[in-house]
């Protein structure tokens, strides 16, 4: 690996990394009330005073992109936790076991697939409303057919492997042959598989915020704070530039540990 490859995989792991502090940490940081309305300082472009400005009702922006970074980053790993779950169980039950209950999970998957996943999301999370623990139960529970599809795959593919042979010789039970021989093997697709979940699952959230199927005042998301600014995109600009650099970035440095997984692999 390049000089400047390692520097680029660096940048990316220490973006997530401050996002994520600093999202968590963002209610100790000594930032500006997120909600708290300050008319006389509406729509203040960057200052020393707010370095990102401020909205449209005198909030300052940095500190609503930290705290918003709380429940998109809670969203992101939420959602793509359950659907990476699944997507395991699933799909190391259709490639290991095989047999009736791998048609049955290649059936569920083909039916999934058929269908647009954002239509399913969108019909569930307004039937069901918005909030936090919604858009990751009905994410998480709908995106698993694509990583169940790879896993299945792999699993398949180690089932007759020497080790696995060696394993089913020795009298070990299936249970423990997955849990011991099979999931370690199958780490790095796992973990690949949830940097890809997670760029899904941030670009989705961003995307149902512009249909107003995201989280609400007092508490949005990165995808709620860019549909809210592009409405006052001529007075405040600096609302929908902060907030698109944030998701870039996250997505950019995601994408990069995600290509970096899949050919170490």
């Known amino acids: ?24 940490a963002a209610a100790w940081l000594p930032l500006p009330n997120p909600i708290e309305l300050d008319l006389r300082a509406v729509a203040v472009p960057p200052s020393l005073a707010h370095l990102a400005g401020t909205d449209e009702l005198g909030r300052d922006v940095l500190s609503r992109l930290l705290h ?48 647009p996943f954002v239509i399913f999301v969108v019909l569930i999370v307004g039937v069901a409303g918005v909030s936090k623990t919604s858009l990751i139960l009905t ?15 792999e699993a398949a593919r180690l089932r007759d492997m020497d080790f696995i042979v060696a394993a089913r010789a020795h009298g070990y039970s299936q249970t423990a042959i997955v849990a011991w021989e099979l999931l ?14 997670a760029i899904e699952v941030l670009t989705l959230e961003t995307g149902l915020a512009f249909l107003g199927l995201s989280l609400p005042a007092p508490a949005p998301t ?25 998701i870039t970035a996250t997505l950019g440095s995601l994408q990069v540990g995600a290509r970096y997984l899949e050919k170490a692999g």
Do not use: C, Q
Not at 139 to 153: S, T
């Open 68 to 115: 918003a970074g709380g429940s998109t980053l809670a969203i992101v790993a939420g959602a793509t936790g359950l659907s990476l779950a699944i997507a395991l169980v699933l799909g190391t039950m259709s490639g290991f076991v095989g047999g009736w209950v791998d048609a049955a999970v290649r059936i569920a998957v083909d039916v999934l697939w058929s269908v």
């Open 139 to 153: 994410i998480g529970a709908l995106n698993w057919v694509g990583p169940a599809r790879v896993i299945r795959g």
């Open 222 to 246: 990165w995808g709620g704070m860019l549909a809210d600014g592009l409405g006052y995109f001529s007075t405040a600009w600096w609302i929908v530039i902060a907030a698109s650099a944030v």
């Open 1 to 24: 690996m390049s000089g400047k490859v390692r520097f680029v995989h660096g940048i990316a792991l220490a973006w997530l990394g401050l996002m994520v502090i600093l999202a968590g």
């Open 184 to 197: 370690p093997n199958l780490r790095r697709s796992i973990l690949t598989l949830a940097a890809y979940g």
